[in-house]
């Protein structure tokens, strides 16, 4: 009998207090179901990416359910979220395999590194991996002359390993995300009067000159805002030491049809080059097929001091300007999207005020040449124009470009050379 009273009681005590057992239990709609649960993923949440290891979390999120009669009751679901993508995270494994590589010459990213955030390095400045080689050949004999600028070659190498190069704290930095290139130049040019076959001092016409100068250079590309940014410093000689008339006779030697070059004797006398360039230049129109880019320049030192501006415009199948060097390994550029095959014409066009030319006015340093060209003959502005054409195909590409200059001193007249370019990428 005790037995069937307490079984009783039991029973009414679980039929009073049926709430908690109930709402655990209850039977929602599904479509009533699928609206809670949708927005509940709406509700802010972080992910960490997979790359960087992260695990995934749990969050209980309670909804209430409102009823007409009666309390309301609260429903309890769990589920999975990923945090936010961290930037840190992400460099921190870019770090490790080799694709993010802060340029830590930089003030920005010195700044950066005092920073504990997750924002610390959206703005770093990179070094780009790239190793290119590019091979230049100028010389007027392509428009059948043999007079004033009528030879330059040039050598650019650059790869990331340059970055240790201690002229770089003397180039300029910059503040904003972009990727840094550091390389070196090697760079020879030659210059006569308008014959070489006439022995003696022209006067009246412009002095032979050559100058050989070895370059550290940089340069900063900021493909976000279509920018670059170029600066170097050039250490070398103008003069005999530069080897200017060795290697006219040599060409000339060599080649059919050409004469002894007379009168280097007679060239601009030995002095130091010691300059300082700066390029800026801005894409103004960046389309697929065409870009219009605005450029200023300024040049100081012993060799040449100048100020000056221009325009190159860019027609074709092309990357953009400001997104490499010209040349990438075709793995790169799958990787990132980009054309494996460019081909395009440019037309630039540019003007210069000229301050001083030492292959016209002699070294700074070293006044004695025996001839020169007075400072009131020498033109103040000058300009320039080109067309070229340039082909790549993955690592490799070739540009050719006929340019003009106007005259540079009194009783000159406008010259015109051309050029060759070769691209490699390393």
Same mark, same amino acid.
């Given at each position: ?115 504990? #955030?997750? &924002?610390?390095? %959206?703005?770093?400045? $990179?070094? *780009?991996?790239?190793? =290119?080689?590019? !091979? ?46 550091? #390389?070196? &130049?090697?760079? %020879?040019?030659?210059? $006569?009067? *308008?014959?070489?076959? =006439?022995?003696? !001092? ?225």
């Amino acid at each position: 009998m005790r037995l069937f009273f307490a079984t009783v009681l039991l029973i009414f005590l679980f039929a009073c207090n049926p709430d908690e057992r109930k709402s655990q239990n209850k039977v929602i709609p599904p479509g009533r179901l699928k609206a809670i649960i949708d927005q509940s993923h709406k509700r802010p949440a972080n992910t960490v990416s997979e790359a960087a290891g992260s695990q995934s979390r749990s969050a209980i999120r309670r909804h209430s359910i409102h009823k007409k009669k009666g309390r309301p009751e609260t429903i309890v679901i769990v589920t999975t979220y990923r945090q936010t993508d961290s930037v840190r995270l992400k460099t921190i494994e870019q770090l490790r395999t080799g694709e993010f590589r802060p340029d830590f010459s930089e003030p920005l990213n010195t700044e950066l590194l005092k920073k504990l #955030g997750d &924002s610390a390095f %959206q703005s770093a400045i $990179t070094l *780009s991996p790239d190793r =290119v080689l590019k !091979i230049g050949f100028d010389n007027d004999i392509f428009d059948y002359t043999d007079q004033f600028f009528t030879n330059g070659i040039s050598f650019e190498y650059v790869a990331p390993a340059l970055s240790d190069n201690p002229v770089k704290y003397i180039l300029l930095p910059y503040w904003g995300k972009a990727r840094n290139y550091y #390389g070196l &130049s090697l760079i %020879q040019n030659l210059y $006569t009067p *308008s014959t070489t076959k =006439v022995g003696g !001092i022209l006067y009246g016409d412009r002095p032979y000159a050559s100058y050989l100068y070895f370059g550290s250079f940089k340069v900063t590309n900021d493909e976000t805002h279509h920018f670059r940014q170029v600066s170097e410093l050039g250490l070398g000689v103008i003069g005999p030491p530069s080897l200017g008339g060795t290697v006219q006779d040599l060409f000339h030697k060599y080649v059919p049809y050409n004469n002894e070059p007379l009168g280097w004797e007679y060239q601009i006398s030995t002095d130091a080059v010691i300059n300082y360039t700066v390029s800026l230049s801005k894409g103004i129109i960046n389309t697929a097929h065409t870009q219009l880019i605005l450029s200023g320049n300024a040049a100081l030192g012993t060799l040449y001091t100048n100020l000056g501006g221009g325009f190159n415009l860019r027609l074709g199948w092309f990357n953009d300007f400001f997104s490499d060097l010209g040349v990438r390994k075709k793995r790169v550029l799958i990787a990132r999207g980009a054309r494996v095959m460019q081909y395009f014409f440019s037309l630039k066009g540019s003007g210069r005020v000229i301050g001083y030319d030492a292959t016209l006015q002699g070294g700074l340093i070293n006044s004695n040449s025996v001839y020169t060209i007075p400072s009131a003959s020498i033109i103040r502005l000058v300009s320039q124009s080109s067309l070229g054409f340039t082909f790549t195909c993955g690592a490799v590409g070739i540009e050719i470009e006929q340019i003009v200059l106007s005259p540079e001193f009194s009783n000159n007249w406008w010259h015109a050379w051309g050029h060759i370019g070769l691209l490699f990428a390393l």
